[in-house]
Nanobody, 116 residues
Framework: QVQLVESGGGLVQAGGSLRLSCAASGRISRINAMGWYRQAPGKQRELVATVASGGSTNSADSVKGRFTISRDNPKNTVDLQMNSLKPEDTAVYYC??????????WGKGTLVTVSS
């Protein structure tokens, strides 16, 4: 079994910064993609940013230039540095890990609230 533990959420004023971290533990095989998704109240879950095993990244247009995703392969962690936060970034943020064998795991989520 694999466990994902997210941390770093909280309340921040608009324009502020937060750093989210996700650590995978348990029966870790080869990880392919790692990423962050978010779900705001009343909305569908959406992609925020992903990073492939080779290091290439992809991010939503709404966060480009403000959010940076990074991963540490030996530690099986993925971080999301969020700068210049806006009230519309308020959501529950979920970590997602996809293994090379196709298995997908999600974290339980961490709440980010940005006040105006």
């Amino acid at each position: 079994q694999v466990q994902l533990v997210e941390s770093g959420g909280g309340l921040v004023q608009a324009g502020g910064s937060l750093r989210l971290s996700c650590a995978a533990s348990g029966r870790i095989s080869r990880i392919n993609a790692m990423g962050w998704y978010r779900q705001a109240p009343g909305k569908q879950r959406e992609l925020v940013a992903t990073v492939a095993s080779g290091g290439s990244t992809n991010s939503a247009d709404s966060v480009k230039g403000r959010f940076t995703i990074s991963r540490d392969n030996p530690k099986n962690t993925v971080d999301l540095q969020m700068n210049s936060l806006k009230p519309e970034d308020t959501a529950v943020y979920y970590c997602k890990i996809t293994f090379l064998n196709g298995m997908v795991y999600w974290g339980k989520g961490t709440l980010v609230t940005v006040s105006s």
